[in-house]
């Protein structure tokens, strides 16, 4: 079973809904026959790479709220973190544009290193003081070679804006298509969508429902047409 998973570093209930999910997942009894894939979603897209702002700023622009309203938003999500063992850093984080980063995880992708590099982005952004927007590319190079990929490798994909931009953009039409206009987003074997940071107990409703209903695979009849096996190859008799 295929668990497709849209998010962006910039979302701070993409963090906590990763963790949820993965506590159903880690409960899960055919948890070694389920494959996760994280898709591109970028929630700021229209943003210039160098415009870094503080999260409270961003938070009163974009939404209309107070100071006062944004600062306990972020003590809520604080708490909500905690809850489940995450750390989260509730003043004093910034916001910018997570373009490369996405980019970034799709070279993660193809090297079987992309669940590894997105959950330390997302400790990155959310629970340590360095910033991954204000520091340079040289950040981001430090954290995808934490994740196990080549630190050459990450700075070519990092000078070349072309690279996996049209896998970033393909997912994010993805998105739209199947109807998502937030993150998370979870899809289970494109049978099932799940909006939010849901409980862990929901992904587990969840999994369990997507495994039960997987269809069997229905086989036309081959008219015993000859076919190789564990055993050898059947020889025509003439």
């Known amino acids: 079973m295929r668990v497709e998973i849209w998010s962006d570093i910039a ?16 409960a899960f009894p055919h948890r070694d026959q389920v494959e996760v894939v994280h898709r591109s979603f970028e929630l700021d897209p229209g943003r210039a790479k160098g415009d870094v702002q503080p ?19 972020e003590e809520n999500l604080g708490a909500q973190a905690a ?11 910034d916001h ?3 373009f490369d980063m996405h980019r970034l995880l799709h070279l993660a992708k193809e090297q079987g290193r992309q669940d590894e590099l997105i ?15 204000s520091e340079g590319d040289e950040r981001l190079v430090e954290l995808a070679v934490e994740a ?22 393909a997912d994010e039409r993805e998105a739209a298509q199947l109807g998502a206009n937030g993150v998370p987003f979870f899809v289970l074997d494109r049978a099932y969508g ?27 009849d081959d008219g015993g047409a000859e076919a190789c096996g564990p055993d050898g190859c059947a020889v025509p008799q003439h």
């Open 194 to 220: 799940i909006s939010g940071a849901q409980p862990a107990e929901v992904f587990t409703q969840a999994l369990t429902q997507a495994w039960g209903d997987r269809s069997p695979l229905k086989l036309l």
């Open 148 to 169: 196990g990929l080549d630190a050459e490798a990450a700075r070519k994909v990092l000078a070349d804006p072309t690279a996996y931009a049209d896998e970033v953009r």
């Open 55 to 73: 999260v409270i700023k961003m938070l009163t622009k974009k939404y209309g709220m107070s100071e006062a309203q944004a600062r306990a938003g």
């Open 83 to 93: 809850a489940i063992g995450l750390d989260y850093r509730t003043r004093d984080r």
């Open 11 to 26: 979302c701070p209930w993409c963090y906590v809904g990763k963790a949820r999910f993965e506590q159903a997942l880690e």
């Open 96 to 98: 910018g544009n997570t």
């Open 119 to 133: 959950q330390i982005l997302y400790r990155a952004n959310f629970a340590e003081e360095r910033s991954v927007f």
